[in-house]
C-alpha cells in the first residue's frame, strides 16, 4: 500500500514562510504526477501546483511567484515552499499522487489522483 504524510504546516503571521513537506511510502510504482491541494470551509478542494517528475511545474494564478514546488525523486519526498504568505493561504494542505495507470482526467482535477495524505494545517493570521 502507499502512504503519503505531509508536515511543516503551523501558524504563522502575513509576511511569514512555511516549508510543507510530503513524504512517500509503500510504494516502488508511483506515477510521475504529484500535486498540492488546499480546502477551506465554503471553497472546496482546489489545485495549489502540481509537479511532473522533477522538472514541469504548474500554479494556481494566487500562488504564482510566492510558491515554489519541487520533488526529490531519490527520496521519494515533495515539497511546497511558501513565501509572503496572506491569510487567504489558511487551508488545510494535502499531498497527492497518482499510481501508474493513465486517466482521462487532467491533472488540475483532484480526481486525477490516488492517494492523499491526510494533510497539514496552515494558519495565517493578521
Known amino acids: 500500500q502507499v502512504q503519503l504524510m505531509e508536515s511543516g504546516g503551523g501558524s504563522v503571521q502575513t509576511g511569514g514562510s512555511l516549508r510543507l513537506s510530503c513524504a512517500v511510502s509503500?510504494?516502488?510504482?508511483?506515477?510521475?504526477?504529484m500535486a498540492w491541494f488546499r480546502q477551506t470551509l465554503g471553497k472546496g478542494r482546489e489545485v495549489v501546483a502540481t509537479?511532473?517528475?522533477?522538472?514541469?511545474?504548474y500554479y494556481t494564478d494566487s500562488v504564482k511567484g510566492r510558491f515554489t514546488i519541487s520533488r526529490d525523486n531519490a527520496g521519494n519526498t515533495m515539497y511546497l515552499q511558501m513565501n509572503s504568505l496572506k491569510p487567504d493561504d489558511t487551508a488545510m494542505y494535502y499531498c497527492?499522487?497518482?499510481?501508474?495507470?493513465?486517466?482521462?482526467?487532467?491533472?488540475?482535477?483532484?480526481?486525477?489522483?490516488?492517494?492523499w495524505g491526510q494533510g497539514t494545517q496552515v494558519t495565517v493570521s493578521s
Open positions: 497527492a499522487a497518482r499510481r501508474s495507470t493513465s486517466s482521462p482526467l487532467s491533472p488540475l482535477n483532484e480526481g486525477f489522483y490516488d492517494y
Open positions: 509503500g510504494s516502488t510504482s508511483i506515477n510521475p504526477w
Open positions: 509537479i511532473y517528475t522533477d522538472v514541469n511545474q
